[in-house]
């Protein structure tokens, strides 16, 4: 048996190893008929290798190596490849090389207003290590409002209590108060969907500005990027950065 046939993989990790998405997202791209292996549309529990022909969505997919991008997001630029309205894209921050690189994606988003530390990868398990809310990858926001004293208190004993806002239950990790008093530090385990945005409205609280300050040990302070700007890193250097040694890591 050669090399590339002792590389048999579920079809799942060769999805996320070509960049297409994470494990877990892959399963629903198979169930909807969107993946074939050799001209066969796939099922759950395909194996694949390096010889088969593995093609998703009209497109023949390839081994990719691994890209980890630190962007430090300005506010007014979209998480997305393309924007129909032809706003200015994170992808549009990129030199032509990176910007070419069809196989990265963001992980996870900061909303159209929201500015700070935005990842890009094709690694869909270290992408998926990083939303996932059991790998306890906290998340840090700086938020300046126009809240009062009295409401931002409001706000952060709420937000750490869990509070429900139109159906939708919201819990922060922690929030606290800085010393200006019109700042507020809120770490969160999980984010949904304009989370901290949607808890501010609901206590008719403006948001200024909203920075993502840092993933779990890699701290936009210490990336010296500015807006607009980013890094690159290998895979060891953004593991230890978020992690700081401290996880013993899953490859």
Not at 9 to 38: D, F, P, T, W
Not at 162 to 172: E, K, L, P, Q, S
């Amino acid at each position: 048996m050669s090399t590339d046939e002792e590389k048999i993989m579920r079809l799942q990790k060769y999805l996320s190893s070509a960049g297409v998405c994470s494990r877990r997202e892959s399963e629903k791209y198979i169930e909807e008929g969107r993946v074939s292996i050799n001209g066969k549309v796939a099922v759950l529990g395909d194996k694949v290798s390096s010889l088969d022909e593995v093609v998703f969505d009209g497109k023949r997919l390839t081994l990719c190596s691994k890209k980890y991008i630190i962007l430090n997001k300005p506010e007014n630029v979209i998480c997305s490849r393309k924007d129909e309205r032809g706003r200015k894209t994170v992808f549009d921050l990129l030199n032509d090389k990176d910007k070419s690189d069809t196989s990265l994606f963001h992980i996870g988003r900061l909303d159209y207003n929201s500015c700070g530390l935005i990842m890009l990868t094709n690694d869909g398990d270290f992408a998926n290590n990083i939303i996932h809310p059991s790998k306890s990858v906290i998340k840090g926001y700086m938020v300046t409002s126009s809240a009062s004293f009295e409401v931002a208190k409001n706000i952060a004993s709420s937000f750490t209590r869990g509070i429900t806002v139109d159906g939708v239950f919201y819990r922060a990790k922690m929030c606290k108060i800085q010393h200006d008093r019109k700042q507020m530090l809120i770490e969160l385990k999980e984010g949904k969907k304009r989370e901290i945005r949607e808890v501010y409205k609901h206590f008719a609280c403006e948001i200024v500005k909203l920075e993502r300050i840092f993933i779990g040990k890699l701290r936009l302070a210490d990336l010296n990027i500015l807006p607009g700007e980013y890094v690159s890193m290998t895979y060891d250097e953004i593991y230890d950065a978020i992690y700081n040694n401290g996880v013993e890591k899953c490859r």
